[in-house]
């Protein structure tokens, strides 16, 4: 089976910007969750969704957004991008919560 | 709160020597608690689980209610096991992981 997937793999955008990051789940998996990883944070939640239904949400600013497809693909969105964002995102699949997740390889966010 | 805390940001041992990287936790109910390995230069992946009770590249983690740990413990230390260990929590019928801030350990030849 392919792993998760998460395109693109580096980004650098620049202050106000926004973004989209994607993330392709494991066949077969329904439940996709996104983590911020930083240095000084560690990892954080930021969404859970199952079956196209947000189940979860971190502690983050509305500037931080996702949503799942029918095929379970999941796309989140970074509005007015702020330095702090800058950040390593990671997103993971399971079959049903609160199965072993699976992490994609991440997508590192550089805001200038 | 939801808490995992990982008290050692790194630990240093010699290869042959025993390894024990702690993790505590704080939540209100009965949490699955879980390792996760990150290797260099590779993805987040999980280690083993409390409720699987295996052991896996000969580490093991007991969940201890009453202290509300789940210490990781290998006897012997291999080079290849220098990693980043994330100690984490999940509460019931979701997918949110609560991730402690890690522990780098480094197995010296």
């Known amino acids: 089976k392919a792993g998760v997937t998460q395109t693109p793999r580096y980004l650098i955008k620049t202050r106000g910007q926004q973004v989209t990051l994607s993330c392709s789940p494991i066949?077969?998996?329904?439940?996709v969750s996104w983590y911020q990883q930083t240095p000084g944070q560690g990892l954080q939640f930021l969404f859970e969704?199952?079956?196209?239904?947000?189940?979860n949400k971190g502690n983050f600013p509305g500037r931080f957004s996702g949503r799942q497809f029918s095929n379970s693909r999941s796309e989140m969105n970074v509005s007015t991008l702020e330095l702090g964002d800058s950040a390593l995102y990671l997103c993971a699949s399971s079959l049903v919560p609160p199965y072993e997740q699976y992490f994609g390889p991440g997508t590192r966010l550089t805001v200038t | 709160a939801q808490r995992v805390t990982q008290p050692e940001k790194l630990l240093s041992v010699f290869k042959g020597a025993p390894v024990e990287l702690k993790c505590n936790y704080s939540y209100s109910g009965s949490p699955e608690l879980f390792w996760y390995v990150q290797y260099s230069r590779q993805r987040l992946q999980l280690l083993l689980r409390?409720?699987s009770r295996e052991s896996i590249k000969g580490f093991t983690a007991d969940l201890n209610k009453g202290e509300t740990s789940f210490h990781l413990k290998k006897p012997f230390a291999q080079e290849e096991d220098s990693a980043m260990y994330y100690c984490a929590l999940i509460g019931t019928n979701t997918d949110k992981l609560i991730f402690g801030t890690g522990t780098r350990l480094q197995v010296f030849p």
């Open positions: 409390h409720i």
């Open positions: 969704y199952f079956s196209e239904t947000q189940r």
């Open positions: 066949s077969g998996h329904r439940s």
